[in-house]
């Protein structure tokens, strides 16, 4: 088995966080499942300079709840400070896709096969990037739409790749591109979470694109 990703994308609160970790449970050992984040590097770098446990997840002790409030002597929100890290230090100094190549040498590095489970994948560059080193058949996109949630105050957005599919209501299946699902998150926890699951087994199992 090779080394295969899943990039979840949609806006903050939309549920990438739940259905990667739901999907990182139930796949488990089958797949050698393993959860990253791109902004991992991000979350460790703030974890280390505010002296903070930082857990497998990438939560940064009580701030991943707090993401709006100012953190004390920045004058900055927690959100705001992970964009500036981003959109001011890394990638001004290492390019648009230091944190594509981040992922790829440590992924590389700590694991040889399995699927790799990433919540927040919401730029071009890292798809793009992702796509190159692991192979497009190797990279699945599934794309999340919420009722009442935007990128109004993220710095990402919804991949281009796919995004000629466009639907309020959408649960699975085709799209012109093979390697994104568009699933619709308008209901209870459980009844996304079921429709998430199968679509990632699907994928790993060669079903229909």
């Known amino acids: 088995m090779t080394q295969r990703v899943v ?3 949609g806006p903050p609160g939309c549920g990438k966080d739940t ?26 770098a703030f974890a280390a300079t505010v002296a903070l446990p930082i857990d497998k997840w990438g939560n940064v002790d009580f701030w991943e709840k707090r993401k709006e409030e100012t953190i004390p002597g920045f004058g ?5 400070w992970q964009i500036d890290f981003s959109e001011r230090f890394m990638k001004p100094l290492y390019g648009e896709a230091i944190f594509g190549r981040l992922f790829v040498s440590r ?3 700590q694991h040889k096969a399995g699927i790799i489970l990433v919540p927040d994948c919401g730029f071009d560059i890292e798809y793009t990037t992702l796509s190159e080193a692991f192979g497009v058949k190797n990279v699945l996109v599934v794309k999340i739409y919420r009722p009442g949630h935007d990128y109004s105050k993220d710095s990402r957005n919804y991949l281009k790749v796919g995004s000629d599919f466009i639907s309020d209501e959408y649960n699975g299946g085709p799209s012109t ?13 459980e009844e996304f979470e079921a429709k998430v699951l199968p679509l990632i087994k699907e994928w790993l199992n060669g079903g229909p694109k």
């Open 76 to 80: 900055v929100s927690y959100r705001q």
């Open 107 to 109: 992924n590389k590095r």
């Open 7 to 9: 990039l979840f994308n």
């Open 177 to 189: 591109a093979s390697n994104v699902r568009h699933v619709t998150n308008s209901g209870t926890r």
């Open 19 to 44: 259905a990667a970790r739901y999907c990182f449970d139930h796949l488990g050992r089958d797949y050698f499942a393993s959860f990253d984040r791109m902004s991992m590097p991000i979350k460790k």
